[in-house]
């Protein structure tokens, strides 16, 4: 669905919210609960790879390979909350964090900044959100129309059964985007560092994976491994990105929406309890996280009721759900962009 009427600015409207979440002291920083889950989350990283070395040449390591990618995942969302400020105070050492999580998991920190700053400053925007480009799958019927080539079409045709499937790649594409960053200097902010600095710490990462893997295990252990990390993970960064706004209204070009209404209208939120908010990294909290993007993690779930009571009394769609609606909203959205390639099959 693309949303084409223009509205009328309403900047006043967000004033108000920021206004009574300052107040109530959610945007403070949270440096002791970010202590614990930093601590948690990096020992949970540590004692997987030493997970790893323990159960030895066995076929046993698949098991753990589930287990690293839970704990990749877990160290890109404390990237994640750095690159938005939300840890501490000072800038500097947000980004000596989150290049530092970045270097854990093989990512460019200044290619996602760049990146990730852009989705949020038009998310669900049709040819400026990167995060709903043109690539393998389509998003928009527009995407779906320019495809031309045989397998890209059958794509398309069949996104919605193949999405589960194609999201085991995003873990290799993450790192492919980083090292493409990195190589070109496009779309990498200098907050990541010298480009010099980016390349060693994706090079190091790269290196000490490898090396690891074939140190404690037979070479076709070691690519059994590596298959089932990289796909686990990239499964688990696309079922916690997927379910925020695809199957959300889109903008459309020449649409300009306030502030307060371009974030809440385009995201989800996602329903759950204390094993949802691990498990989603915060990121069930999607509209509390796109109007305050340096809020940190522990205050989102506090701000929920502040925000959807304000909406509730401008008017504004609020919209939460499960994670199993989610998904289906998800897959009918690619399911109907795909039609049209279906009807002329």
């Not at 594409?173 to 902010?189: C, G, M, N, P, Y």
Request: aromatic fraction near 10%; charge should be positive.
């Amino acid at each position: 669905m693309t949303t084409t009427a223009p509205a009328v600015s309403r900047g006043s409207d967000y004033a108000t919210l920021i206004k009574t979440v300052r107040e109530a002291g959610l945007l403070d920083r949270r440096l002791f609960s970010y202590g614990i889950r930093a601590g948690l989350t990096i020992g949970f990283y540590a004692a997987s790879c030493l997970a790893i070395v323990w159960v030895g040449n066995s076929w046993y390591q698949l098991i753990n390979a589930a287990v690293l990618a839970v704990a990749f995942g877990q160290i890109a969302f404390l990237g994640h909350d750095a690159g938005h400020q939300a840890i501490f105070a000072s800038r500097r050492m947000n980004d000596a964090l989150g290049r530092t999580m970045g270097n854990l998991v093989g990512l460019s920190y200044g290619w996602w900044v760049d990146t990730h700053n852009r989705h949020h400053a038009n998310p669900n925007q049709e040819d400026r959100d990167p995060d709903i480009g043109d690539g393998v799958v389509a998003f928009t019927t527009a995407q779906a129309a320019k495809r031309n080539g045989p397998v890209s079409r059958f794509i398309t045709r069949y996104q919605a059964w193949l999405f589960f499937p194609l999201t085991t790649l995003e873990g290799v594409s993450l790192h492919v985007d980083s090292v493409i960053a990195v190589k070109t200097e496009k779309f990498r902010s200098s907050r990541g560092g010298s480009r010099r600095a980016e390349a060693l710490g994706l090079l190091l990462h790269g290196a000490a994976y490898v090396t690891l893997l074939l140190l404690v295990m037979s070479p076709e252990k070691a690519v059994a491994f590596a298959g089932i990390h990289q796909a686990a993970w990239g499964m688990y960064m696309s079922c916690t990105f997927a379910p925020n706004h695809k199957g959300m209204p889109l903008i459309g070009p020449g649409v300009h929406l306030d502030f307060l209404r371009r974030q809440v209208l385009t995201s989800r939120n996602v329903r759950g309890g204390l094993l949802t908010d691990f498990a989603l990294g915060g990121l069930n909290y999607q509209i509390e996280h796109h109007l305050f993007p340096n809020m940190p993690r522990a205050s989102l779930r506090r701000a929920k009721p502040l925000v959807r009571a304000h909406c509730a009394a401008l008017g504004v769609p609020y919209c939460e759900t499960s994670l199993v609606a989610s998904f289906r909203a998800v897959l009918t959205h690619l399911n109907e962009v795909g039609a049209p390639l279906r009807a002329r099959s």
